[in-house]
């Protein structure tokens, strides 16, 4: 159970993400998934002082998506810094649940599962 | 009260799904605006038509390629130097037209050889022109002409010359989205790898959805330039027909407009496992942050900030002494889609103005989601509005200035508000660093022009009679 206050941190967060970033809102519903893994996956890393990995094209995509929005968290909201690692996992873990939520699962897009392009 | 049912649409109510009122405390998890449908019987939609997606918005920006379309000469007139997308070679998209120019007796009996003709005369004219689109029109679909087939048997004819078809007559679909469709997948079905390019550096990416309007490509190119990124293909500003029969071979799909191209982007990710990233170019904060990602993407970022730091140091002064006299302008954006969540941000952080109300031509539910994330509370976002909604929404909003086009900014300015055009811009380009400093620049000048309020006093003495000089 998450608590009240890092719900509301990833509150902070999500505000951010609906504003700023393209890559939640891509055509289809598995483009979605895969960006939102990848790219709070690769953001989760950085903020716990890790390098996410950059092997492969899209692993590389999603290191520079995440680098921007990380040096962004940190300057928008500065409690970020003193969070410890397991707090930040479960921080960001909520922001993905919640992005899972506007962009795919309650979405009223109705293109979102068109098997072509 | 989400969800709008405007006045003036009372008696067509199926309107209301289309109209949306953003308030606090909402997201696109309850409302979203119906869109990419078909216009509602009674509505005067302003949307073109699905061949106008396909040729207007991306073939006839190419800049070495004939566009031949196969139909009567009204739909290439209509598609032709209505948008301002210039090239570096003389502009010769847009100094020529062609057009089969189908008459009533084609119609009857089969257009077919004279397409034939058409193409060899067009090949014949211009000898140095070897690559050519050929698009099918309402009247010649309908027919049934096999354009693909006389494409084949020109290009067996003439081995130095390629063609690629565009099968998208006007009613094909809802709106020009659907050409922009069409124009993509058949494409990358077609004509991407048929053609390797030469690669000159080790960073690589393909550019698209962004059509050289008064020079954006151009001055974006000079960006990737100094970044010593090789763009393979423009797609399609300032763009080869070869070049994008090479797209295959970068190592980085950007994507500028994702509602006319993103369709394109996602085949080269799933077909040939090259990555999208979607950016905006319109504004300092967003380009500034499309570098940092395409750099941080090939490791290159010192280069990035270094770039960024020359151009603020250009024109960030020039963008603040706008932004001091912008500030809290009331804005609406009425254009195609994508503009709409480009710039109500891009002109909210940088410029400081609001934006009060926009609408969407052929935008998709997916554009609206983005618009409705970005956009303010108190703000309309609207799908294929006419022109009585339009008037009524500025009832309601009164804004300062409408970007829209001439045809709605014609419109506008009987009521006194001043317009700038939002498809081909008044003095651009818009994009980028500098580019953004013109949008300003063009908004400034619109919002404090003084022949606005001299238009708006009538100085003619108070016994005259209006209809009676109408009349006379």
Known sequence: MISPAHNAKADQLFAYVQERCLWQFFSRTWDRQENIEG?????????????????????KLFYSD????????RKRFPWIESENPSHIHEILGVLKEKLVDIAITNSKNHELSHSLY | MPMVLLECDKDIPEREKHIYLKVDGEDTRDFLPVSNAQTIPGTLSERGCAFCGAKLVIGGVL???????????????????????????????????????????????????????????????????????????????LIGDDIKAVAKKVMQERPDVDIFTVECPGFAGVSQSKGHHVLNIGWINEKVGTLEPTITSEFTMNFIGDFNI??????????????????????????????????HRAQLNVVNCARSSGYIANELKKQYGIPRLDIDSWGFSYMEEAIRKITAFFGIEDRGEKLIAEENAKWKGKLDWYKERLKGTKMAIWTGGPRLWHWTKSVEDDLGVQVVAMSSKFGHQEDFEKVIARGASGTYYIDDGNELEFFEIIDRVRPDVIFTGPRVGELVKKLHIPYVNGHGYHNGPYMGFEGFVNL?????????????????TDIRANDVVAYREAAE
């Open chain 1, 39 to 59: 790219i709070v996956d690769a953001a989760s890393a950085l903020l716990t002082g890790k390098q996410p990995p950059r092997h492969t094209p899209m692993e």
């Open chain 1, 66 to 73: 995440a680098v921007i929005m990380v040096a962004d968290f």
């Open chain 2, 63 to 141: 800049k070495d390629t004939i566009q031949m379309i196969h139909g009567p000469i009204g739909c290439a007139y209509d598609t032709w130097h209505t948008k301002r997308y210039p090239t570096d070679n003389g502009h010769f998209n847009m100094k020529y037209v062609w057009s089969t120019d189908m008459k009533e007796s084609h119609i009857v009996f089969g257009g077919e050889k004279r397409l034939e003709k058409s193409i060899n005369e067009a090949f014949d004219e211009m000898p140095e022109i070897k690559r050519m689109f050929v698009y099918t029109t309402c009247p010649t679909a």
């Open chain 2, 214 to 247: 008064q020079g954006d490509t151009q001055l974006l190119n000079t960006y990737w330039e100094k970044l010593g990124i090789q763009v393979i293909a423009h797609f399609t500003g300032n763009g080869t027909y070869d070049d994008l029969r090479c797209m």
């Open chain 2, 440 to 456: 300003a620049r063009d908004m400034y000048n619109a919002v404090h022009n003084p022949l606005l309020k001299l238009a708006a």
